[in-house]
């Protein structure tokens, strides 16, 4: 979910060829951490967290681990999601994955049904585990699969120097304040524009967080009893809200191949007034640009909505290879990571929310816009309805294809809806 999970490719220098050559090594294991001649255990943990967390803090988080546990030892297999994720889905499909392995919530049915990740549950009941302690579960069929460690809410990020500059003295709450504002920061000249929207096909997520997330801050769904309602006068007006946007001229150039992280590097370096983006990159953007004056805000819903607004959110999940010989040690560090202390900081650091209900984040330490964002999160209700669907990123991409026809001239909204339709009721079962 985007998720998915969705996230920047963290840029330290250079992600060198050398360190993806190892994680592709590794991730060929097969979750064959092993067992040494001593006794103690080996787990690879594959993830993308070590890359968007400030350097060396999720090594001591683990290390904490494996100072209370010396008969496990957990090796690290980091590298940016976008590379994790295909490591992960070619790993999948061989039933070679890593012991260990963070997961977006976009590829549990797949990978559940490829019989790839282990179910949960029966670990849970093995070692006793309290379920009552965590915020959610992602299951297929009454079976847990993956267990969100970090929730992560996409919000409106926008620049208040741009802002002001284009004469906008508030954060823009609707659909109508935000067109408005996009087109005086569009207006305000050189290469800047209102809004980035990252529609790159290979990596679809854009539809989850940058378009259905209009729809959700309205309370809408995109489906009707887990079936796909793509006709529905809510996403018709969601789809018609974005062309309104693209045919004003205040979304970024290049949307059609734009990736989130050219979606991130533009609003880092004030090429875009406003984007929705996960509260992972605070710290990301703050190093990057650390005199860049932005906050962030509720999605703006439609005019005259009153409800609670949806807000995006993905998630640092986390599920254990089928395959590997070590799914009891595997839990003991699972149930760590969620464990009360141990998820408050990890979550502190990520500027994320704990997946441990009882964990509470330090916000005393914590960037201001992280409280911000909770208040945010607290006075709405997460939304993202991609989270367990079947083969969600290809209804990602299905979608992505109708809408860049839309954006295009080559299709109505009416028609691209329908196409989208027919192919979601073809997977959606």
């Given at each position: 979910?985007?998720?998915?999970?969705?996230?920047?490719?963290?840029?330290i220098?250079?992600?060198t060829?050398?360190?993806?050559?190892?994680?592709?090594?590794?991730?060929?294991?097969?979750?064959?951490?092993?067992?040494?001649?001593?006794?103690?255990?080996?787990?690879?943990?594959?993830?993308?967290?070590?890359?968007?967390?400030?350097?060396?803090?999720?090594?001591?988080?683990?290390?904490?681990?494996?100072?209370?546990?010396?008969?496990?030892?957990?090796?690290l297999?980091s590298?940016?999601?976008?590379?994790?994720?295909?490591?992960?889905?070619?790993?999948?499909?061989?039933?070679?994955?890593?012991?260990?392995?963070?997961?977006?919530?976009?590829?549990?049915?797949?990978?559940?049904?490829?019989?790839?990740?282990?179910?949960?549950?029966?670990?849970?009941?093995?070692?006793?585990?309290?379920?009552g302690?965590?915020?959610?579960?992602?299951?297929?069929?009454?079976k847990?699969?993956?267990?969100?460690?970090?929730?992560?809410?996409?919000?409106?990020?926008v620049?208040?120097?741009?802002?002001?500059?284009?004469?906008?003295?508030?954060?823009?709450?609707?659909?109508?304040?935000?067109?408005?504002?996009?087109k005086?920061?569009?207006?305000?000249?050189?290469?800047?524009?209102?809004?980035?929207?990252?529609?790159?096909?290979?990596?679809?997520?854009?539809?989850?967080?940058?378009?259905?997330?209009?729809?959700?801050?309205?309370?809408?769904?995109?489906?009707?009893?887990?079936?796909?309602?793509?006709?529905?006068?809510?996403?018709?007006?969601?789809?018609?809200?974005?062309?309104?946007?693209?045919?004003?001229?205040?979304?970024?150039?290049?949307?059609?191949?734009?990736?989130?992280?050219?979606?991130?590097?533009?609003?880092?370096?004030?090429?875009v007034?406003?984007?929705?983006?996960s509260?992972?990159?605070?710290?990301?953007?703050?190093?990057?640009?650390?005199?860049?004056?932005?906050?962030?805000?509720?999605?703006?819903?439609?005019?005259?909505?009153?409800?609670?607004?949806?807000?995006?959110?993905?998630?640092?999940?986390?599920?254990?290879?089928?395959?590997t010989?070590?799914?009891?040690?595997?839990?003991?560090?699972?149930?760590?990571?969620?464990?009360?202390?141990?998820?408050?900081?990890?979550?502190?650091?990520?500027?994320?929310?704990?997946?441990?209900?009882?964990?509470?984040?330090?916000?005393?330490?914590?960037?201001?816009?992280f409280?911000?964002?909770?208040?945010?999160?607290?006075?709405?209700?997460?939304?993202?309805e991609f989270?367990?669907?079947?083969?969600?990123?290809?209804?990602?991409?299905?979608?992505?294809?109708?809408?860049?026809?839309?954006?295009?001239g080559?299709?109505?909204?009416?028609?691209?809806?329908?196409?989208?339709?027919?192919?979601?009721?073809?997977?959606?079962?």
């Amino acid at each position: 979910m985007a998720v998915r999970a969705t996230r920047l490719k963290r840029v330290i220098g250079a992600v060198t060829a050398a360190a993806t050559v190892a994680f592709v090594a590794a991730c060929g294991s097969g979750g064959s951490g092993g067992t040494a001649s001593d006794g103690s255990v080996t787990l690879e943990f594959a993830q993308w967290w070590g890359a968007e967390l400030p350097a060396g803090e999720f090594d001591k988080i683990v290390n904490d681990f494996t100072a209370q546990n010396p008969n496990i030892k957990i090796k690290l297999l980091s590298a940016p999601y976008a590379s994790t994720k295909q490591q992960l889905i070619t790993g999948a499909a061989s039933k070679t994955l890593p012991d260990v392995v963070g997961l977006d919530g976009a590829w549990v049915n797949d990978f559940a049904k490829q019989g790839a990740i282990t179910d949960l549950s029966k670990l849970m009941t093995d070692a006793n585990y309290d379920t009552g302690q965590l915020a959610s579960q992602v299951q297929i069929k009454g079976k847990t699969y993956m267990i969100p460690v970090v929730n992560f809410v996409y919000p409106l990020f926008v620049n208040k120097d741009l802002l002001a500059k284009a004469g906008v003295a508030e954060v823009p709450a609707t659909r109508t304040q935000f067109l408005d504002a996009a087109k005086k920061i569009s207006a305000t000249g050189g290469d800047v524009k209102g809004w980035a929207l990252p529609l790159d096909t290979a990596v679809p997520n854009g539809i989850q967080n940058d378009v259905m997330s209009w729809l959700w801050a309205s309370g809408g769904s995109m489906l009707t009893d887990g079936k796909p309602n793509l006709n529905s006068a809510p996403v018709k007006s969601t789809v018609e809200y974005v062309k309104s946007l693209n045919d004003a001229g205040v979304i970024a150039p290049g949307s059609l191949t734009m990736k989130e992280q050219d979606k991130v590097e533009k609003f880092t370096n004030g090429q875009v007034g406003m984007m929705i983006d996960s509260l992972a990159h605070i710290n990301l953007i703050k190093k990057n640009k650390p005199d860049l004056k932005f906050e962030v805000a509720a999605l703006p819903a439609e005019d005259g909505y009153t409800g609670k607004r949806g807000i995006p959110y993905a998630s640092w999940g986390i599920g254990i290879s089928n395959s590997t010989k070590h799914k009891a040690e595997a839990f003991k560090f699972v149930s760590y990571l969620l464990s009360q202390d141990t998820n408050a900081k990890l979550s502190t650091i990520a500027n994320g929310f704990p997946g441990n209900k009882n964990a509470k984040p330090d916000f005393g330490n914590s960037d201001p816009l992280f409280k911000t964002a909770f208040d945010i999160y607290q006075q709405g209700y997460p939304a993202n309805e991609f989270v367990g669907l079947p083969k969600s990123e290809d209804l990602m991409r299905s979608f992505d294809e109708q809408l860049q026809l839309v954006l295009t001239g080559k299709t109505t909204v009416d028609d691209a809806l329908a196409k989208a339709q027919e192919s979601w009721s073809s997977v959606i079962e």
